[in-house]
């Protein structure tokens, strides 16, 4: 041997024998306190050893370690299995069937201790001091006595002795086939885990022996440091383990192994109890928000029932037909009924009130084009109609998408409402409206979409003509066209007031003062849209020559009548306040040399107007020059004018 080779070898054996001689038995370091007695409970478990202070090298492995590096021979190579202590590597699956052993007894430990020790000094307490109720302690626990006597007497010994003779028996597969459907005894632990955490949380800080049971078990060195919550949740999370270890065990088989068909067939039943375990905590979760959904609004229990399903909430806006500016509102979607509630300003208890409970069933929902308030969609349904606005384009669509799903699934179950989703437009939607009329809640129009009653066309003031709301179809109308009483459907039958077109055809009806009368010649009938208009938009009417007709018009030239300019109060309004013919009329520039403005002049009349933008105020005055000349203006594809 070398000399430089054997002084090396010295100081490393020098280095043992120091650290062998260092290692006086019953000796402790001076700073470390005996450990504490072990209490009634802190009994050793299976697959557990009780560890009184951190683990040193064994006297037996320096003694080892210190011959080899005497005798040299952990420098010289030996041939594969000559080697004096060399132990054959075991097969890949027999060290996962191993850890699937090894991690059964920790987890038979874990039963053990929440059924034999929480669940029985809890339950000695409440039957000795009557400080808490018996039958709460047994709901935390649920089944974990049958859960704890399953895997301590059937599942951990049957794993045990396959292993044991894996030699003559290298096979699991038939073992977790026999057990496996035994499996889905957790989904009643599971669904029961929210309720059970729920209550250990609410006793433990209404009862004061209930904590101190608790307390004193969680201290032990039987819990590991861990709280009762933590040992809970165990239960829950081992049959996803099942599922993972088994598959990797089903990897490792080589092709031809014995085990491999019945292996893949266990396999498929622990993947089903697993999906049987996912489904109860899907339940849970699904109940828990139901739950929290019913804390929020201060309903009563009846929401919380397992056949409805929480399909979305949000906030949006509520487009008043009296106020100008929208009001915040909020809305949950259920799969049988859309809540429309208000936020509560001083949020003690419930976070909201509801003010409307609208049902999916015969529920309708389409987009509501409005130039005022984009991003608007209509729910129309039996109690209720709302006009809301969403905060972007694609949450109004998010919402249409949610409620359509809703009336589709409750359309499948019934067949009763298999019209209930179609968006009429046009003559059809006036039809469904006369069909339906009584039956839903109407559309209310905007206060400020008409300046007359819709059906007398008589101008509305704040004293002798207030403006009133028919229950039937929705029109702004007058006392006088209003004042009859019909029984509406969808309001319970109670008598409403309607206008007299609704009281004739809700109760067949007819009255004296329900005769024909000549049209003014201001009156054109519907007030004509931007489908049966040529020009249409409000502008903003200057001058005297107005008189009290407002600050601004609704102003529309008719295709019909393509060379009348006809200025109404509001859009809805059926009769206009004023019509201009426009042939021989000038387009001059307005006031001041506005460039928004513009002017009507012939003779001794002039009418003076201003449009929001420089490009409507162009619009305007091409389409007056032509009408104005005696051409019939026509819409281009791209909504402009041209001879």
Not at 104 to 109: D, G, I, L, T
Not at 180 to 193: G, I, R
Not at 525 to 530: E, L, R, S, V, Y
Request: aromatic share 8%.
């Amino acid at each position: 041997m070398e000399p430089a080779n054997e002084e090396k070898l010295a100081s490393v054996s020098t280095l043992v024998t120091v650290f062998e001689s260092s290692r006086t038995p019953g000796t402790a370091p001076r700073d470390q306190a005996p450990p504490p007695a072990p209490g009634p409970w802190e009994k050793p478990h299976v697959g557990e050893t009780p560890e009184s202070g951190p683990r040193t090298v064994s006297r037996r492995c320096l003694s080892s370690l210190k011959n080899k590096l005497s005798s040299g021979a952990w420098r010289r190579p030996c041939p594969p299995g000559t080697c004096e202590g060399t132990v054959p590597q075991e097969p890949e699956e027999k060290r996962v069937v191993r850890e699937l052993l090894e991690t059964e007894q920790a987890y038979v430990a874990r039963l053990h201790l929440l059924d034999q020790v929480f669940f029985q000094e809890l339950l000695r307490e409440a039957q000795g001091s009557k400080a808490f109720p018996e039958d709460v302690v047994r709901l935390i626990f649920s089944n974990i006595s049958s859960i704890h006597q399953f895997h301590a007497r059937f599942f951990l010994p049957e794993l045990q002795r396959r292993l044991e003779d894996w030699t003559a028996t290298p096979r699991i597969g038939d073992v977790i086939q026999k057990l496996a459907p035994f499996l889905k005894m957790y989904s009643e632990y599971v669904k029961n885990f929210g309720r059970a955490a729920e209550l250990l949380a609410t006793w433990t800080d209404k009862s004061p022996p209930f904590q101190e049971v608790i307390a004193r078990i969680q201290s032990s060195e039987a819990s590991g440091s861990l709280t009762l919550q933590h040992h809970m949740l165990e239960p829950v999370q081992r049959v996803p383990r099942y599922e993972l270890l088994l598959k990797e065990y089903v990897q490792k088989l080589p092709a031809q192994a014995p085990d491999r068909a019945d292996a893949q067939k266990a396999l498929d039943m622990i993947f089903s109890a697993a999906q049987h375990s996912n489904a109860a905590i899907a339940e849970m979760e699904r109940l828990q928000d139901l739950w929290e959904v019913y804390q929020r609004l201060g309903l009563d229990d009846d929401i919380v029932d397992p056949s409805n399903h929480l399909l979305r909430e949000g906030p949006v806006l509520k487009i008043s037909f009296r106020r100008s500016d929208p009001m915040e509102r909020y809305l949950f979607l259920f799969n049988n009924m859309l809540l429309y509630c208000v936020p509560r300003v001083i949020q003690v208890g419930a976070q909201f009130q509801v003010r409307t409970r609208i049902d999916v069933a015969g529920m309708k929902v389409r987009e509501l084009p409005d130039a005022e308030f984009p991003h608007c969609f209509l729910v129309s349904g039996k109690q209720r109609t709302l006009e809301l606005q969403a905060r972007s384009q694609e949450e109004m669509a998010s919402w249409i998408q949610a409620c359509q799903a809703a009336i589709d699934q409750i359309e499948k179950r019934n067949e009763t409402f298999k019209a209930a989703v179609q968006g009429p437009e046009g003559d059809a939607q006036e039809q469904g409206q006369s069909e339906e009329l009584g039956l839903r809640a109407p559309q209310w129009v905007r206060d400020k979409m008409v300046t007359m009653c819709m059906r007398c066309q008589e101008p509305f003031n704040a004293l002798t003509r207030r403006r009133h709301h028919c229950r039937a179809c929705g029109y702004v109308v007058c006392a006088r066209c209003s004042d009859y009483k019909a029984e509406l459907q969808y309001d319970g039958n109670r008598p409403s007031r309607v206008c007299l077109h609704c009281f004739t055809f809700l109760t067949g009806s007819v009255l004296p003062e329900d005769r024909d009368r000549r049209r003014g010649i201001l009156e054109k009938g519907a007030p004509p849209g931007p489908g049966q208009s040529l020009m249409c938009s409000f502008l903003q009417l200057l001058g005297d020559k107005w008189g009290r007709s407002g600050p601004r018009g609704w102003c529309v030239i008719p295709r019909h009548d393509p060379l009348v300019l006809y200025v109404y109060g509001a859009p809805q309004d059926t009769r206009a306040h004023t019509s201009i013919p426009l042939l021989g009329y000038q387009v001059t520039p307005g006031p001041q040399g506005d460039p928004r403005a513009f002017q009507l002049q012939q003779s001794g009349q002039l009418y003076a107007f201003k449009a929001e933008t420089e490009e409507l105020k162009g619009r305007w005055v091409r389409a007056v020059e032509q009408a104005a000349g005696g051409c019939s203006p026509r819409v281009t594809d791209d909504g402009d004018l041209s001879d």
